[in-house]
Structures are given as C-alpha cells and as structure tokens.
C-alpha cells in the first residue's frame, strides 16, 4: 500500500508560477514509477507528467512541456511539480499517483491521492 497526499494548489494570475509537492508512505518510495495527472471540470482525467523510479527519466505531455518540471525525493519520499507560465486551460484538480510500470495511462497506476486545485485567473 502506498498513501499519497498532495499539497501547494491554489490560486495563481496567468504567467505565474506553482509547485506541487506529493508526500508518499507506506511501500518504499523508489520502488515507485511516479506520475502527475490532473482533471478540468467536465473532462476526462489526462496525463501530465511521470518519473523513473531513480528520477532519470521524465516525462511530459505536450501541453506542458517545457513549461512544468517533475522531480522527486527519494529521501524525502517526494515528488513535485514545478509549473511555470500558467494559462487558464491549465486549471483542474492535479493528482500524483503511484505504480510499478513506466506508462502514461491512467489505469495502470495502482495508487492515487486526493487531488489538489489549481486555479489559473485570466
């Protein structure tokens, strides 16, 4: 069992910044493929970001590369979300989740946490 809980959602003016950090406990952290998906109001739940289990690779979906960067802590049983030059579209509620395959799909990740708001005003 893995417990993920989120946390450094808000509310940010277009072109601002935002980090999201995610805490684990339970099954050791680096055993984990680690990801960030996010869901807008009225839409499916997408892909954002994932991470090796080491933190050598990442990756991004095409909306936001470049402009968010997913790292982790495995000392510190963490990841996070470093999102930069926020747009409107890119308000939803953000959720890391915790698997054992390097994947982007939804249903493959074994472990969720409750989801923090991100609010980008125009």
């Known amino acids: 069992q893995v417990q993920l ?7 940010v003016q277009a072109g601002g910044s935002l980090t999201l950090s ?3 406990s339970g ?11 996010r869901q807008a ?3 499916e739940r997408e892909f954002v970001a994932a991470i090796s289990r080491s933190g050598s690779v ?13 790292s982790r802590d495995n000392a510190k049983n963490t990841v996070y979300l470093k999102m930069n030059i926020l747009k409107p ?13 390097w994947t982007t799909k939804i249903g493959e990740y074994d472990y969720w946490g409750q989801g923090t708001q991100v609010t980008v005003s125009s």
């Open 27 to 37: 099954r050791t952290f680096s055993d984990n493929i680690m990801g960030w998906f």
């Open 5 to 11: 809980v989120e946390s450094g959602g808000g509310l």
């Open 41 to 43: 109001p009225g839409k």
């Open 89 to 101: 579209e890119d308000t939803a509620v953000y959720y890391c989740a915790a698997g054992s395959s």
């Open 58 to 70: 990442r990756r991004y979906a095409d909306s936001v590369k470049v402009r968010f960067t997913i």
């Open 22 to 24: 995610c805490a684990a």
